[in-house]
């Protein structure tokens, strides 16, 4: 497998079989997508917009690679439907601003937390929610909240130092 899931075997295939225009909000640019409204939001990401932060590693929101924001909040994209979205969508390459990274990417630069890389920016997603909640957590805290997020190399160390480093960055901003 490449990345992407053959349809023909895992799921329906995601024609346009009077597919409706669904609007979309993502990373402050608004979208009308000619999609089945049951198609996942990563795969609307990904195949109609050329977004591809959010990977596919799962596709049953047990392991995080596609994590995104909805509306500030940590969701997984592949098993969320592009027509139930509400609110605005972002992705890793919104998070940063275009002259800076996210305290939370540079963090992860700072600990050096990738290895592979592959389950990186749903873990950056993931820990840029949480921090928008928990601006001062604890080590087990931190663990609690990224336990939802998959890493097969194992970086988590890395990942709570670096999430602690974020956070006092971002209380410092």
């Not at 997984?76 to 592009?82: G, I």
Request: charged residues 20%; proline residues 5%.
């Amino acid at each position: 497998m490449t990345g992407r899931p053959d349809f023909a075997t895992v799921g329906p295939k995601w024609r346009r079989l009077g597919g409706r225009t669904v609007k979309l909000s993502v990373n402050g640019v608004e979208h009308e997508l000619d999609v089945e409204p049951e198609m996942p939001l990563l795969w609307a990401l990904r195949d109609a917009l050329g977004i591809t932060g959010p990977k596919y590693g799962c596709g049953i929101a047990q392991c995080g690679a596609c994590t995104v924001h909805v509306n500030g909040l940590a969701v997984r994209s592949c098993v969320l439907r592009v027509g139930d979205v509400q609110g605005p969508v972002t992705t890793i390459e919104g998070l940063g601003q275009a002259d800076a990274l996210h305290a939370v990417q540079a963090a992860w630069i700072e600990h050096q937390v990738a290895q592979c890389g592959y389950c990186q920016s749903g873990q950056i997603m993931a820990a840029a929610a949480f921090l928008a909640i928990q601006p001062e957590p604890t080590d087990e805290q931190i663990d609690r909240a990224m336990s939802a997020n998959l890493c097969r190399c194992g970086t988590y160390t890395r990942i709570r130092e670096a999430v602690h480093t974020a956070a006092a960055k971002l209380r410092e901003a």
